[in-house]
């Protein structure tokens, strides 16, 4: 069976798009995590409040803080910290 210069060419073209369609794959999972935060809340992306990603400074600087006030009585730690009144609880 003779081979082709046709036949070269489709399995050059064939492997070139494999591989752009691996790269592809592998690119877009490191950029995700990083355009998602930029996407803002009203189409769907991160709310203000949400915590920061584990890895980063801040999500360390988040954890000590919440650590800090789990740590803390429960009288001192203020108002925004207590959960907001049940409808249940406005009935009775």
Known sequence: MLIRA???ATLAALSLA???????GTINEKLAAGIS????AWAGGMPADAPPR???AKYDEFMKERER????PAA????ETKPAPSS???VH
């Not at 935060?37 to 803002?40: E, M, Q, R």
């Open 18 to 24: 494999g591989f752009a369609l691996s790269g592809c």
């Open 6 to 8: 046709r036949h070269i």
């Open 76 to 79: 001192e730690r203020g108002e």
């Open 88 to 90: 249940q609880d406005a």
């Open 54 to 56: 584990p890895g980063t």
């Open 69 to 72: 006030k789990r740590l803390m």
């Open 37 to 40: 935060d930029a996407i803002p």
